[in-house]
Nanobody, 125 residues
Framework: QVQLVESGGGLAPAGGSLRLSCAASGRTASPYVVGWFRQALRKEREFVAGISWSGGSTYYADSVKGRFTVSRDNVKNTVYLQMNSLRPEDTAVYYC??????????????????WGQGTQVTVSS
């Protein structure tokens, strides 16, 4: 079993920054990839960013490319999402997912094995 806990959400002005963290515990000795997703009110959960086990490969949705950066520290079992130049449309609950069944980052939320509880990000205009 793996537990994921997101933190770092909150209220930010448009143009501001936030850094989200996703801390993993439990079966963290096995390699896994992580995806960040978000779900706005009355919308589907969507892929935001993903990172490989080594951290050498990262992936981004077009809507956040150039503004968000995903990174990880495997010693701390933590994945980060640095969000800069925030926009009101970034407002959503942000979730991290861990995938052990395959080490391929995927944009499909159904392919992730474990999820955190989510952290709210609100960007004011």
């Amino acid at each position: 079993q793996v537990q994921l806990v997101e933190s770092g959400g909150g209220l930010a002005p448009a143009g501001g920054s936030l850094r989200l963290s996703c801390a993993a515990s439990g079966r963290t000795a096995s390699p896994y990839v992580v995806g960040w997703f978000r779900q706005a009110l009355r919308k589907e959960r969507e892929f935001v960013a993903g990172i490989s086990w080594s951290g050498g490969s990262t992936y981004y949705a077009d809507s956040v490319k150039g503004r968000f950066t995903v990174s990880r520290d495997n010693v701390k079992n933590t994945v980060y999402l640095q969000m800069n130049s925030l926009r009101p449309e970034d407002t959503a609950v942000y979730y991290c997912g861990a995938r052990f069944s395959s080490l391929a980052v995927t944009t499909s939320n159904q392919e992730y094995d474990y999820w955190g509880q989510g952290t709210q990000v609100t960007v004011s205009s």
